[in-house]
């Protein structure tokens, strides 16, 4: 049975902590122990190799897969889970689902309703979750679509747009639920090269705006320009994390050079 961790009460929580947790598909340990703290403001960017954990982890945040020991809290919350006894019990889905809707999530593939506008995309969300009504709502996503440079396009459908212009609806509907953290799952993989520095663009305004974003990426130029620190993953496990300057450039574990060898 997972323990239930003690929480100092006049400790202030951190934006995201996550306590030893593990995770295996079969017989293959895809996280294996992982410990990380991420401090509210603060840009964390997680690197590693293909299929060494990094999207898993992401997805284990927001309990979207559940971790088979360890835990999540973001801002001091509990993930998926609530203290019982000793221990920790799963919480319902429609708890969790509210937990969710605190929490931004950008995924590889945009995930945008086809048969929605830009402008109904972004505002759906705050609806469901009865959080605006839906003038508010639409109000909103108007001015969030301001702000990734998407103000003209708030009537176009996803299939008119770029790959660029989806990823940041995208961006604009998970700051639609004015989330304390947001998640990026390789927002630019799925883009043709000259549409990535489009969407990079947004994510930096988000970084100097002080939103506490973890990012999952293998753009190394973009990381150590907006990473307040870097994590290197690898086989499950944290292998190193320090501030840009430590793990890009002075490195101390030879995987951790052997892996941007490969990639610098």
């Known amino acids: 049975m997972t323990t239930a961790p003690d929480i100092a009460p006049d400790a202030a929580p951190a934006a995201l902590e996550i306590h030893d947790v593990h995770k295996s598909y079969g017989a293959h340990r895809v996280?294996?122990?992982i410990d990380l703290t991420v401090r509210p403001g603060e840009v964390t960017v997680v690197l590693g190799?293909?299929?060494?954990?990094?999207s898993t982890l992401l997805r284990v945040v927001n309990h979207l897969e559940k971790p088979e020991?360890?835990?999540?809290s973001i801002g001091g919350e509990l993930i998926g889970v609530r203290r019982h006894g000793d221990g920790l019990k799963e919480l319902s889905e429609r708890a969790i689902l509210a937990q969710r809707s605190r929490i931004g999530f950008v995924f590889q593939n945009f995930n945008l309703f086809p048969h929605l506008t830009v402008l109904d995309?972004?505002?759906a969300a705050?609806?469901?979750?009865?959080?605006l009504t839906r003038q508010e709502a639409r109000q909103l996503a108007k001015e969030l679509l301001e702000r990734v440079g998407l103000g003209e396009r708030v009537g176009a459908y996803p299939r008119r747009l770029s790959g660029g212009q989806q990823q940041r609806v995208a961006i604009a509907r998970a700051l639609a639920l004015r989330p304390g953290i947001i998640l990026f799952d390789e927002p630019t993989s799925a883009l043709?090269?000259?549409l990535v520095g489009e969407v990079l663009a947004v994510i930096k305004d988000l970084a100097s705006g002080g939103t506490t974003l973890v990012i999952v990426t293998h753009?190394?130029?973009f990381a150590r320009e907006v990473a307040?620190?870097?994590?290197f993953i690898d086989g499950g496990k944290i292998v190193e994390q320090g501030p840009p300057a430590e793990v890009l450039d002075r490195p101390r574990h030879e995987r951790t050079r052997d892996f941007l060898r490969k990639v610098l």
């Open 219 to 221: 753009e190394i130029g």
């Open 69 to 72: 020991s360890g835990h999540v």
């Open 192 to 194: 043709d090269p000259e």
């Open 121 to 123: 995309n972004v505002a």
């Open 49 to 54: 190799p293909s299929g060494s954990g990094k």
């Open 228 to 231: 307040d620190r870097i994590v």
């Open 31 to 33: 996280l294996d122990g």
């Open 126 to 131: 705050p609806v469901a979750t009865g959080k």
